[in-house]
């Protein structure tokens, strides 16, 4: 933040400055070594454990068909916990079901303003994001405005979206706080799982929407390490 400063003031007063200068870079290179931690990653939740999360949904209430609805659509998204409560039935970002899936439209993500498009293909088992989806949709009834709602105790559906940590708090209930899982660990797993289940890297990419593969690659490398592991063959 520092050097951000720094350099827009320069730019401000007109001096040309950069961060690859080597009175900078250098610098920077030896403060990252000097600080360096191992980076904590989000717990992955693997396909495995999102089917028994999912299995113990048991009930048809709205609470139970929202949440199931809003997992399956995150974790088969690989969504941000920001772009799941930003999906609408109308509006910016917009869904659209048809007879082969689920159509999400995530309109300014984080990694760009444009509109990007994923698709959720049917599925013939209980981890259904698209079936999932068309049976909360049937029970609350609603037609425009926000997919994903706050419900009441006594099961009223309220107008407004839910907000980012109400996914958290959806995840935490449902899985147990023993589980140790994030929001950020339905995407991570669904990465994890894809590239376990021999995913081409770049069909993982367009639904992750990484941009940077090297990125994408951490997930896969993290899931496979001990498949990989030289210390097996001996």
Known sequence: MALAAILYRHRESGHDLSRAH??????????????????????????????????RITGNDLR??????????????????SEVVNLDVTGRSPIKICDDGLV?????????????????PR??????????????LAAVGIRNGPLFRPITKS????????NAASVRHILTTRAGPAAGFTPHSLRAGFIT???RANAPEHVIQRTSRHKSV?????????????EESAAAYL
């Open 123 to 136: 599925r013939s088992d209980d981890l259904c994001a698209v079936q999932a989806v068309e049976a909360y």
């Open 155 to 162: 099961g009223r559906v309220l107008t407004r979206r839910l």
């Open 104 to 120: 999400l439209n995530l309109t300014a993500t984080k990694t760009g303003p444009e509109t990007q498009s994923i698709a959720l």
């Open 214 to 226: 090297d990125v994408l690659r951490s997930y896969i490398r993290e899931g496979d390490a001990f």
């Open 193 to 195: 799982s894809a590239a």
């Open 22 to 55: 080597p009175a900078i870079s250098t610098v920077l290179a030896g403060i990252k070594r000097r600080t360096a931690r191992p980076v904590r990653r989000a717990k992955a939740l693997e396909v495995d454990a999102l089917r028994a999360i999912i299995k």
């Open 64 to 81: 139970s068909l929202r949440d199931r609805a809003l997992l399956l659509v995150a974790f088969f998204g690989a969504l941000r916990r």
